[in-house]
């Protein structure tokens, strides 16, 4: 595959992965729970590197990039197996954010102050 794919064309090599190689989609239930398994893995991650716990002494770093591809992964499998096309959705996402978080962000206190891991 080459490094940079849309999303479209990322759902076909999923797709084919599976197929050829995966043997088949495990149940949509299924993929849910290894969904939250790798957010999991994600946050793990994500609190000992920019959080406030640290890694054990003997346990090896894990890569962030990977645990994301992982994620990102299986999320691509729930889409392809429920028919869901993720470049449409995304772009009725973005649509739907725009219109209804227009102001509201700009307009949020909170968020013109300086907060963690805006250095």
């Given at each position: 595959?080459?490094?940079d794919v849309g ?67 299986v999320l691509v ?43």
């Open positions: 595959m080459k490094k999303v479209r064309e990322y759902q076909a090599v999923v797709d084919r992965w599976i197929n050829d190689i995966g043997v088949r989609y495990f149940s949509e239930l299924t993929n849910l729970g290894i969904l939250m398994e790798e957010a999991g893995e994600v946050a793990r991650i994500m609190t000992r590197v920019y959080g406030d716990q640290s890694f054990k002494r003997a346990e090896p770093k894990e890569d962030l990039g990977d645990e994301l591809a992982d994620l990102m992964f499998c729930i889409a392809n197996q429920t028919g869901v096309d993720l470049p449409e959705a995304l772009e009725k996402n973005m649509i739907k954010k725009s219109t209804r978080d227009g102001t509201r962000h700009r307009n949020n206190p909170k968020l013109r102050e300086e907060g963690p891991g805006q250095d």
